[in-house]
Nanobody, 117 residues
């Protein structure tokens, strides 16, 4: 069993930066892939970025020039660095973990990111 816990959300002005953290307790094996999703009001949840235990990453085209993902395996923690934030980045950001990107079984409760203009 894995329990992801997000932190680092908040209110930021346009152009600012935030770093989200997600610490996954429990089985490290079960968190081979860790990912960040986001869901804005009235919109579907979308994949923002993911990273494997070995360090392979993927970042959505819509944010790849501004967001980056990294991971500290010793702490089983994943980070999402968000720069040059825009109002459209406002959403609840969720951390997820699992063996495969297509089978992320464990989800955090989400952290709110609000970008104000």
């Amino acid at each position: 069993q894995v329990q992801p816990v997000e932190s680092g959300g908040g209110l930021v002005q346009v152009g600012g930066s935030l770093r989200l953290s997600c610490a996954a307790s429990g089985s490290i094996f079960s968190s081979n892939v860790m990912a960040w999703y986001r869901q804005a009001p009235g919109k579907q949840r979308e994949l923002v970025a993911h990273i494997t235990w070995s360090g392979n990453t993927g970042v959505a085209d819509s944010v790849k020039d501004r967001f980056s993902i990294s991971r500290d395996n010793a702490k089983n923690t994943v980070y999402l660095q968000m720069n040059s934030l825009k109002p459209e980045d406002t959403a609840v950001y969720y951390c997820a973990a699992g063996l495969l990107l297509t089978r992320l079984q464990y989800w955090g409760q989400g952290t709110q990111v609000t970008v104000s203009s």
